[in-house]
C-alpha cells in the first residue's frame, strides 16, 4: 500500500527563520494533503495540492508528482506556528488517504 | 469551512464498558471517515462511510464498530473498551462526489480506558 514518509521529525527554529517540510511518498498521489495540528490537538487542513505550487500567507505547498514528493515552506516562522504538520496522500479520488508521521514544529522566541 | 462536531470532547471507562462517540457533519458531505492518533502512529483510520448505512473497514479495524444513520451521523462504538484503545479519536468528513476532495476533521474525542 500508500506509504509516506516525512522529515523531519522535528524541528526547532528561531523565530524570524524558515522551514522547509518534505513528504516523500512511495507510490502515484491523486490526492495530496497538508494538514496542521494545533498543540491543543485541532486539525486544519493547509493545503489540497496534488501538483505544482500553492501559496497561502507564509506558507507555500510544492508537489512534484512524477518524483513523488511534496514539500510544505514557511516563511518568517512565528510562536503560533509551532504544532506538528502532516501530509496525507491518496492514489486515486476514491481511495483512503494515508498519512505521514509528522513533523513536529517548535518555534521559539 | 465543513463544520463536524464530535462528542463527548473527553472520555473516562473501565476495561469491558460500552462506549459510543458521536460525529455530525452539516455540509452534506458523503464521506465520513473515524481515525485514532497515537504517539509513533499518526493518525490511522478505523472505519469510513460514502452514505447513510455504508460501512467500510478501515486499517485498524479490530474492537470498534460503527454505524452511519444518517448522512449527518456517524457512531463509533467500543463494545468491550480495553486499555489499548486509549486514544485521540478524530472523525473527518470530504465531499468527493463534488470532487471536493479536502478533509475537515472534528475537534477530536480523547478516550482514556482504565
Known amino acids: 500500500g500508500q506509504q509516506v514518509q516525512q522529515s523531519p521529525a522535528s524541528l526547532v527554529l528561531q523565530e524570524g527563520e524558515n522551514a522547509e517540510l518534505q513528504c516523500n511518498f512511495s507510490?502515484?498521489?491523486?490526492?495530496l494533503q497538508w494538514f496542521y495540528q494545533h498543540p491543543g490537538g485541532r486539525l486544519v487542513s493547509l493545503f489540497y495540492?496534488?501538483?505544482g505550487t500553492k501559496h497561502t500567507g507564509r506558507l507555500t505547498s510544492t508537489t512534484v508528482t512524477n518524483e513523488r514528493r511534496s514539500s510544505l515552506h514557511i516563511s518568517s516562522s512565528q510562536t503560533t506556528d509551532s504544532g506538528t504538520y502532516f501530509c496525507?496522500?491518496?492514489?486515486?479520488?476514491?481511495?483512503?488517504?494515508?498519512f505521514g508521521q509528522g513533523t513536529s514544529l517548535s518555534v521559539v522566541p | 469551512e465543513a463544520a463536524v462536531t464530535q462528542s463527548p470532547r473527553n472520555k473516562v471507562t473501565v476495561t469491558g464498558g460500552n462506549v459510543t462517540l458521536s460525529c455530525r457533519q452539516t455540509?452534506?458531505?458523503?464521506?465520513m471517515y473515524w481515525y485514532r492518533q497515537d504517539t509513533g502512529h499518526g493518525l490511522r483510520l478505523i472505519h469510513y462511510?460514502?452514505?447513510?448505512?455504508?460501512?467500510q473497514i478501515g486499517d485498524v479495524p479490530d474492537g470498534y464498530k460503527a454505524t452511519r444513520t444518517t448522512q449527518e451521523d456517524f457512531f463509533l462504538l467500543l463494545e468491550l473498551a480495553s486499555p489499548s484503545q486509549t486514544s485521540l479519536y478524530f472523525c473527518?468528513?470530504?465531499?468527493?462526489?463534488?470532487?471536493?476532495?479536502?478533509?475537515?476533521f472534528g475537534a477530536g474525542t480523547r478516550l482514556s480506558v482504565l
Open positions: 473527518a468528513s470530504s465531499d468527493q462526489q463534488r470532487g471536493q476532495n479536502t478533509l475537515y
Open positions: 507510490s502515484t498521489a491523486t490526492r
Open positions: 495540492n496534488p501538483s
Open positions: 496525507a496522500i491518496a492514489s486515486s479520488s476514491f481511495s483512503k488517504l494515508v
Open positions: 455540509n452534506s458531505h458523503n464521506y
Open positions: 462511510s460514502y452514505g447513510a448505512g455504508n460501512l
